[in-house]
């Protein structure tokens, strides 16, 4: 029964996209019989296929973020390639994509081989079922955050760039920044000897519980503001892409696992209940307000 739940619930994740691809393709340009979108999402699901089969023999989740990052290369180059009608737009998107994932995927990638494993897979690589509904969750996660991407970079739209392309882009390199930034200084507090048992609340942790993610749903913002003047009937589900990765990691993954294993970790300890109490989950509000209140004490009243 266990089995055949995961199993279904793997069929039904691959027809919800091909579905939900259906509606949105009718906006993207042909490549032979397929929209080049219907093209992009075959792919983005083939190349879990591919690397599932090997990692579950293996039995490893080494090449599982990788992979996810190499899909998001892959499908974005192949997309602006096959589509003849690229302009400036399709071209800063791509390379928005290709910077993020190259970032994001070496980074992922050192860090479980120094790791040695992630404590996500320790059961779910030894399930067959399980493991092939994770890898096809990941073509959904690529498929859904790349969607507003996509919808650009398979768009025959040749509207020039506006005020919007402008603050998306800007959007996006706030978010890449404070990705970057937070990635780095938590690396730093992991590998520094005499923080071993503690947890990380300087730098933009202290604004923020999971700065990392407020960068990355920021920079997918970026994107999706991009896309408004390509955008036309379903292709404004591309709006969705950020919301999409919110709710991934505010939900699903990142988060709630993160602050679950926090809380069973330190519960006891006083001064990470206070950190708790008083940082954001996400969104650095708290970093707003003492900037806002140091302007106010350098304006002249």
């Avoid at 970032?103 to 404590?119: A, H, P, Q």
């Avoid at 067959?128 to 498929?143: A, E, H």
């Amino acid at each position: 029964l266990f089995l055949f739940k995961n199993l279904l619930l793997s069929l039904i994740i691959i027809v919800f996209a091909f579905v939900l691809t259906s509606f949105v393709d009718q906006n993207s340009v042909s490549y032979g019989s397929l929209s080049l979108f219907l093209l992009c999402t075959i792919i983005i699901f083939s190349f879990q296929w591919i690397v599932f089969i090997p990692s579950y023999f293996l039995s490893t989740e080494h090449f599982f973020d990788l992979t996810g990052s190499v899909t998001f290369i892959t499908v974005s180059i192949l997309a602006f390639l096959m589509n003849d009608t690229k302009n400036l737009r399709h071209l800063i998107v791509l390379i928005l994509v290709i910077i993020w994932a190259l970032r994001l995927g070496t980074f992922l990638f050192l860090r479980i081989k120094e790791t040695d494993s992630d404590s996500r897979f320790v059961t779910i690589k030894k399930d067959f079922s399980v493991f092939l509904l994770t890898w096809n969750l990941q073509g959904l996660w690529v498929l859904f955050t790349l969607f507003g991407a996509l919808t650009i970079l398979t768009s025959n739209n040749n509207n020039n760039l506006g005020v919007l392309d402008i603050i998306g882009v800007l959007i996006w390199m706030i978010g890449f920044i404070i990705e970057v930034v937070s990635d780095k200084q938590k690396s730093e507090f992991r590998n520094n000897k005499s923080y071993l048992g503690k947890f990380i609340q300087s730098g933009l942790w202290r604004y923020s519980r999971h700065p990392n993610y407020c960068g990355e749903i920021l920079l997918w913002i970026g994107i999706a503001l991009i896309g408004i003047s390509v955008y036309s009937g379903f292709g404004w589900l591309g709006l969705a892409s950020p919301f999409f990765v919110f709710v991934m990691l505010n939900y699903i993954s990142g988060v709630r696992l993160l602050e679950k294993q926090a809380d069973e970790r330190w519960s006891e300890d006083n001064e990470y209940q206070l950190y708790k109490s008083k940082t954001p989950v996400l969104f650095p509000y708290k970093f707003i307000k003492d900037w806002k209140s140091k302007v106010m004490a350098i304006v002249p009243s």
